[in-house]
């Protein structure tokens, strides 16, 4: 698997260039929303210029009686300026025509109404000169000064609209290209000293920090901002502070129990040794020798299993889970002899698991999860010294569609109500004066890393403890 890497981006790579890209590219899109109403207004506006022109021509004819004294010099100088081949007036159910002469008149011609003025046909319109004026020829229809019985026709090429209508796109372009690069790079600078900087200033904090955690000079110092800037670099200030003196008080706990594990060794030496002797001296005929010495026997066997249980949760192993296939009634028989259990003289056991029900599981780290739980049973059903009538111990078995659960129960004087509020805390939990309270600890790791849960369930009498296995583990 290969280390995730913990450089910085590059100059071309960090959040700053994608932020001036992004700005850009939106600000051309929004150049180009308004880029189509702007252009059909220039189309607008110059077909509106060449039908005024028209308009001028057709109050020389209206001042003239018949178009056929017009000076032909004039004429061509009128069409001329509007770029028309001929241009038509319209008014009273007459028609008069003006041509360019030498022209020939096109049998097909696109019309171009002026009266309609809705911004889809505008921009419509602007889009099909843009794409297909090139060799067309336009009929201009307009009103004469908004008088409807008179109209006035302009027939042109649409070839100079489409010319200066691509200049005139090109000249926005190139301003619209010039604009979006002056407010992405004002955008930039000011997005940058209140976002981009401090961002950059905190992932450079984060890089370093991981690389050295127990460095505490490396611990960020957050600003006097108060807005989600602020908020996180008070909070990463905050959470490195916690990972540095969780790793000193770590370092500390690893050195602490390297010596303690030295010394819990020599000590259970030494406890032993004591126990030996104390043997020897439950023989002795003194009567006070006698009274005394179960108690001093009885002390020496608890220190020596204090001293075990520590050393035993010390070495406990990480190592992940090794499923094979396991028979789960044998299995929590053999359990509950490990435990001490089979052939108990007072406590009854039970076993309540079918015999055809096989799991996936590590036979070992299975095992000891049961082992502790029926062993906490166990002593606690004989630190009760006879009070229990019919004392016993026994496993549970149920199913659901997602789970199975082995619940672990007996009838016992139940759990202290200290020892309720610190299950399954090492050196904390445990039910019994002098406990460690590892059994339940160790249980619930191992439980967890099978994929299952492990809890306390109130009840009345005794205690009861549920484990719950994903319904996959099962085989048969």
Do not use: C
């Amino acid at each position: 698997m290969a280390t995730p890497t913990r450089a910085m981006p590059g100059p071309f790579s960090g959040l700053s260039v994608k932020l001036i890209a992004t700005l850009i590219v939106v600000i051309l899109a929004v150049e180009v929303v308004i880029y189509l109403p702007s252009a059909a207004s220039f189309r607008q506006s110059w077909l509106n210029d060449r039908l005024r022109v028209g308009t001028v021509a057709a109050r020389v004819l209206d001042a003239v009686p018949d178009a056929m004294d017009l000076p032909r010099m004039l004429t061509d100088r009128l069409l001329t300026s509007a770029g028309a081949i001929a241009i038509v007036y319209r008014r009273e159910g007459q028609s008069q025509l003006i041509e360019l002469e030498g022209a020939e008149t096109p049998r097909e011609a696109l019309t171009v109404d002026m009266r309609q003025r809705d911004p889809a046909t505008l921009i419509l319109g602007a889009l099909d000169t843009l794409l297909f004026g090139s060799n067309r020829t336009l009929r201009i229809v307009g009103n004469e000064d908004g008088q409807a019985d008179r109209t006035i026709e302009v027939l042109m090429p649409e070839a100079p609209l489409r010319a200066e209508l691509l200049l005139y796109s090109r000249n926005l372009f190139f301003l619209s290209v010039i604009l979006a690069i002056i407010t992405s790079a004002v955008l930039y600078v000011f997005v940058s000293r209140i976002l981009i900087a401090p961002i950059r200033r905190l992932t450079g904090n984060l890089v370093e920090f991981s690389g050295a955690p127990e460095n505490a000079a490396l611990i960020v110092v957050p600003s006097d901002r108060r807005d989600e800037i602020g908020i996180m670099e008070r909070e990463l200030a905050a959470m490195e502070s916690d990972i540095y003196s969780m790793l000193r008080q770590r370092r500390h706990l690893a050195d602490l129990g390297l010596a303690v594990a030295k010394i819990n060794h020599d000590l259970r030496n030494t406890l032993t040794s004591a126990q030996l002797l104390s043997d020897q001296v439950a023989n002795v005929d003194d009567p006070k020798v006698q009274r005394l010495a179960p108690r001093l026997v009885q002390s020496i066997d608890k220190a020596i299993g204090f001293a075990q249980s520590v050393l035993d949760y010390g070495r406990q192993s990480a190592t992940p889970p090794r499923p094979v296939p396991v028979d789960l009634h044998l299995l929590l028989d053999e359990a509950a002899f490990d435990a001490g259990l089979v052939g108990h003289p007072t406590v009854r056991w039970r076993n309540g698991v079918p015999d055809a029900v096989t799991i996936s599981a590590d036979p070992d780290q299975f095992a000891r999860i049961f082992d502790n739980l029926l062993k906490n049973a166990r002593e606690a059903l004989e630190a009760a010294n006879g009070k229990i009538e019919a004392p016993y111990v026994e496993i549970g078995y149920s199913e659901t569609a997602d789970w199975l659960t082995l619940s672990v129960s007996d009838n016992g004087p139940g759990l202290p109500p200290r020892a309720r509020d610190n299950l399954f805390v090492a050196f904390e939990g445990s039910a019994r004066a002098g406990g460690t309270g590892l059994g339940l600890a160790i249980a619930r790791e191992l439980t967890e890393a099978h994929g299952g849960k492990i809890g306390f369930v109130d009840q009345p009498q005794g205690t009861r403890f549920d484990v719950t296995l994903p319904r996959s583990i099962r085989i048969a």
